[in-house]
């Protein structure tokens, strides 16, 4: 396939993509439409049509089956991304809170312990 066709076939599947998104009948179940057949085979064949600009047979099936796909391919990026940002929020170290009074703790190091005290009380 050469450059140009696949730019072409990319414009169609985002025009065919904004369809979809206009016809909440197809996907939205509190739409009122949502149980209208009539108005849901409207937008299949307003899909149809779009699609038959890639595949010259293209029927109401294939339509469902490549919106199936779409919407499968959009989940498993989704969770690619969330997977990385949740990785990222984790490895970063918490920050620090500034301290009340800085100044009550100068010359003290609260990781250093006292020396050990070595002599034998008799």
Known sequence: MTTEVKKG????????????????CLWNI???????KI????A???????LKEIDGNCNK????????SLRT????????????????VRQKP???KP????????GKNPEEKPPKNNYRWL
């Open 39 to 42: 108005k849901k085979e409207n």
């Open 61 to 68: 099936d294939k339509v469902v089956k490549k919106i199936n």
């Open 9 to 24: 076939n990319r414009e169609i599947l985002e025009d065919f993509i904004e369809i979809y998104r206009s016809e909440p």
């Open 99 to 106: 301290e009340k009074n800085p100044g009550k703790n100068l």
């Open 73 to 88: 391919n959009h989940r498993k990026e989704k969770k690619k991304v969330d997977d990385i940002f949740i990785q990222y």
């Open 44 to 50: 299949y064949r307003r899909l149809i049509e779009k």
């Open 30 to 36: 509190k739409a009122k439409d949502y149980h209208n």
């Open 94 to 96: 918490p920050e620090k």
